[in-house]
């Protein structure tokens, strides 16, 4: 488990590094999984048991994570409500019409790559 | 009558994270309580109801968002390596599944421009000043790409915050429902439309459906992140162009 942190933050101080010296646009985290990424893929043993766990407990909880952030959604309160009705249509809309293009294409792709790669059937939850 | 501003002062650094980390737990995990229990109704979402809990105990409390944040920073730094270990499931997806990933780039192109665009223009249609549209415009992509993008076409980044993140719950919340309704049937479709609409939180919720659903929006949080950083600028350029301001 020790390991398996260490792995992920080193990584996350790479991508962090890199968007520094490159400035790029990405965030380090997003960087750094990108890298990992390329790196699981090129040496697949490097997933082993213990990182696999840390992962799947860290990805299965990732929501928590967001709740400090989120709470800080009261403090811009105030400015929504001014233009509370462009702002609470704008962004239903946007986000279910976003929702659904991309399910959308990508079902017709799957559709039309039929047989090619199944992925895993839809069952109960 | 209402206490006044509690003095967190007086309080230990320790007993600052442990008042920090503790408001954050306990209302998470009497939302995923709620949630089991009330199966099926897709209000009961343990991020919506952690953020309300917090936000009512901060405003009777006096204690500012800025001090609890301070007592929370453990639970958020977790975010980063959270982050990373995406790619766990990702090179799993990517490795099983190579000749849908053409398929997902057309889907995560399409979506981030869907977004960019409605975002954008609705405000304006229906009123809103430029400034809250741009900031809308980049809601789509992961929290501090959004800020950044924001910053860069005169937005506001802390309203850009906010909105990416009153999307991702509002994604968490009716993914499942919409896309049922939408007859979309495949696991992989979900998890682009998750993590490319809602981003981190979306991405969250897709793990909860699927581990395949949320490997693809993993995906679709990285490569919609770049996406809404090349497509917001031009979009905001060319709607400049039109009003005239």
């Not at chain 1, 967001?66 to 946007?94: N, Q, T, Y």
Request: charged share 10%; hydrophobic share 55%.
């Amino acid at each position: 488990m020790i390991r398996a942190f260490f792995l992920l933050i080193v990584f996350e101080m790479i991508g962090d590094g890199l968007r520094q010296w490159l400035s790029i646009p990405l965030p380090g985290p997003l960087m750094g999984m990108f890298l990992l990424t390329g790196l699981l893929l090129w040496k697949p043993n490097a997933a082993t048991d213990g990182v696999t766990r840390v992962a799947r407990g860290l990805t299965s909880q990732m929501a928590l994570f967001f709740v400090p952030a989120g709470a800080g959604v009261m403090m811009e309160m105030g400015r929504i409500r001014k233009e509370w009705i462009p702002i609470s249509a704008a962004l239903c809309v946007s986000t279910a019409a976003s929702m659904l293009v991309t399910a959308w294409v990508m079902q017709k792709a799957v559709d039309g790559a039929a047989g090619n790669d199944a992925g895993e059937p839809m069952g109960g939850e | 009558m209402l206490p006044a501003a509690f003095p967190m002062q007086w309080l230990h650094l320790s007993e600052t994270l442990a008042f920090g980390t503790l408001l954050t737990l306990a209302p998470y995990q009497a939302g995923l309580a709620i949630q089991r229990k009330l199966r099926g109704n897709p209000l009961a979402n343990p991020v919506l109801i952690a953020v309300l809990t917090i936000s009512a105990v901060l405003l009777f409390t006096g204690i500012s968002y800025r001090e609890y944040f301070a007592g929370a920073r453990i639970v958020h730094l977790l975010l980063g390596p959270a982050t990373v270990a995406l790619a766990i499931p990702l090179a799993d997806s990517v490795k099983r599944l190579r000749s849908s990933l053409k398929g997902a780039l057309v889907s995560i192109a399409a979506g981030a421009l869907v977004s960019a665009v409605t975002g954008l223009w609705l405000v304006r249609l229906l009123g809103g000043s430029a400034q809250v549209a741009n900031s809308m415009a980049p809601k789509a992509a992961t929290t501090p790409i959004a800020m950044g993008i924001a910053q860069g076409v005169g937005g506001e980044p802390s309203l850009t915050a906010t909105f990416a993140i009153l999307a991702g719950i509002l994604v968490s919340i009716t993914v499942e429902h919409l896309l049922r309704w939408a007859q979309v049937k495949d696991w992989r479709a979900y998890g682009l439309a998750a993590g490319t609409a809602g981003s981190g939180i979306g991405t969250a919720r897709a793990f909860h459906l699927n581990q395949q659903a949320g490997a693809f929006a993993g995906l679709a949080l990285g490569l919609n992140g770049l996406a809404t950083a090349i497509l917001v600028p031009l979009l905001v350029w060319l709607t400049s162009l039109v009003t005239g301001r």
